[in-house]
Each structure stands twice: as structure tokens, then as C-alpha cells.
């Protein structure tokens, strides 16, 4: 059974938050859509999956991301994958 219960955190997506060493996310405008990506990421040794939810001026956000040991390991920080960014 996957633990989701990070969902359920009020937490701002990092783009306009920013969170230390969270290099991928993506922003559902459901629980359940936000759920059924947790399902399907492939996680590398030390990596972990981080999220929350929040509202922006349309409607409630869910979001699911990557969080890294080392982000210098990622490569090049300034391609860091931001996928709906505020559900755009």
C-alpha cells in the first residue's frame, strides 16, 4: 500500500513556495487525480515522494513531487521539471 497521507498536508506547491530539493511536481485540481500519479512514480535510491494540497484563485490544488538527496546530482538546476504549475 502506497503512503499518500502527504497529500493531505496544506502545503504550497514549490513553485510559489519553495521547497528544499524537490526537483519534479505536478498539480491535479483533484485528491484522486494527484493519487493515481503516486501510483505510477519510479523512485531512485534516496529519493521521495513529497506533495500537499492548497487553493489558488480558481479552486483547490493537489500536488505530488520528487524530493532528491542532492540536487547538484540532478544536474542542471535551472531544467528542474515544474508540470502544472498552479494547474496551467
Known amino acids: ?6 497529500l493531505d498536508e496544506s502545503r504550497e506547491v514549490p513553485s510559489t513556495t519553495p521547497m528544499e530539493r524537490v526537483v519534479a511536481w505536478s498539480v491535479f485540481r483533484s485528491r484522486e487525480e494527484a493519487r493515481h500519479l503516486v501510483e505510477h512514480v519510479y523512485l531512485a535510491p534516496g529519493q521521495s515522494l513529497v506533495g500537499g494540497h492548497g487553493q489558488d484563485s480558481i479552486a483547490p490544488y493537489w500536488w505530488v513531487g520528487v524530493q532528491v538527496p542532492d540536487v547538484s546530482h540532478w544536474g542542471n538546476v535551472t531544467a528542474v521539471h515544474k508540470h502544472g504549475r498552479l494547474g496551467d
Open 1 to 6: 500500500m502506497i503512503n499518500d497521507s502527504f
